[in-house]
């Protein structure tokens, strides 16, 4: 079946620009997570949804980062007034419950300049 | 503070050789450990993970020798091949798995020489 995807795959944008990332998780996961991965580092946990239970964002770096999910579906992960040093890739994982297997999408590369 | 620390930071092994990456904990509440494979522009999947109640966990090529009291886990992959050739992470959770939060080491880059 089709397995996570995010959107765009490659994003550039100039300092203090906003953008956003998108993220369609596997059909009937309820769990949805984000993570960033930096070059060279491994992955950073961002924030997490579970069904219809308050966010875990004590992943988040700053007030810049938001994310949302509509129901157990498609994620946004929002950064506001973008630095260089959110250059990263943002990945997505989605996993059936809670806790379990985490499926990683292909993630989206985000070059700030 | 880096709770994961993973190293190599890259390995090159040749064909039909072991490839071992190593990893060391800080938490002794961390008690699932899961090894992901990256290739390039792919996301990380998941390639077997152990619990801390074993001591070694194989899957074909593939195994984990886990050591509790040293507070280290390793991923052995025998006779490997160039399809080997990615960027692995390990990682650990506490809760027995039921914790989603996962702890990511920095990560290997393995080359596997034909």
């Known amino acids: 079946g089709a397995g996570v995807s995010q959107s765009p795959s490659n994003k550039v944008t100039e300092k203090g620009k906003d953008v956003e990332l998108r993220c369609d998780p596997i059909?009937?996961?309820?769990?949805l997570y984000w993570y960033r991965q930096r070059l060279g580092q491994g992955l950073e946990f961002l924030i997490y949804?579970?069904?219809?239970?308050?966010?875990?964002k004590s992943g988040l770096p700053s007030d810049r980062f938001s994310a949302e999910r509509t129901g157990e579906s498609v994620s946004t992960l929002t950064i506001q007034r973008t630095q260089q040093e959110d250059s990263a890739v943002y990945l997505c994982?989605?996993?059936?419950?809670?806790?379990?297997?985490?499926?990683f999408g292909p993630g989206t590369r985000l070059l700030v300049l | 503070q880096q709770q994961v620390k993973q190293s190599p930071q890259s390995l090159i092994v040749q064909k039909g050789g072991i490839s071992i990456i190593n990893c060391a904990y800080e938490?002794?509440?961390?008690?699932?450990f899961p090894w992901y494979q990256q290739f390039p522009g792919k996301g990380p999947a998941l390639l077997i993970a152990i619990r801390p109640d074993v001591s070694e966990k194989k899957e074909g090529r593939f195994t984990i020798s886990f050591n509790k009291s040293a507070k280290q886990f390793s991923l052995h992959i025998m006779d490997s091949q160039p399809g080997d050739s990615a960027t692995y992470f390990c990682a650990a959770s506490r809760g027995g798995g039921s914790n989603y939060k996962l702890t990511f080491g920095k990560g290997t880059l393995l080359t596997v020489n034909p």
């Open positions: 994982a989605s996993s059936p419950q809670k806790a379990g297997t985490q499926y």
């Open positions: 059909s009937g996961h309820t769990a």
């Open positions: 938490n002794t509440a961390f008690d699932y």
């Open positions: 949804f579970q069904g219809n239970s308050a966010p875990d």
